[in-house]
């Protein structure tokens, strides 16, 4: 016997499924990362940087203000990885690649 359809699938769970194993959607991934950055580094360290770019290869491009805050970012840099990482869910971020900011 066949098996019926108990109707429409909802968009966005066709979205979901057709970008799942797409290229689209790891690029998807990867950007939605940019979001969690402020909330994964907290209010100080955000006040001072911005995540602008994330690479196929996991490296997270942060822009930062001043070069004392580049040195200290750079000692955290496991420890920022770890806390954006649990914020987006995922294990995307593979380093942090700080530039300051002109």
């Known amino acids: ?3 019926r359809r108990r109707g429409p699938a ?3 769970d066709a979205l979901a ?3 799942a194993g797409s ?5 998807i991934a990867r950007a939605e990362v940019l979001g969690h950055w402020a909330r994964a580094v907290g209010p100080q360290i955000a006040a001072v940087t911005h995540a602008r770019a994330i690479a196929e290869n996991g490296t997270l491009t942060v822009s ?3 070069s004392a805050w580049v040195q200290e970012l750079s000692m955290m840099e496991r420890a920022l990885v770890a806390k954006v990482n649990k914020s ?3 294990e995307i971020v593979k380093r942090i690649r700080l ?3 002109r």
Request: aromatic letters at 0%.
């Open 99 to 101: 530039e300051l900011h």
């Open 23 to 27: 290229a689209l959607g790891a690029r």
């Open 17 to 19: 499924d057709m970008l």
């Open 64 to 66: 930062v203000k001043t």
């Open 88 to 90: 987006a869910g995922t």
């Open 1 to 3: 016997m066949s098996e």
């Open 10 to 12: 909802k968009v966005g």
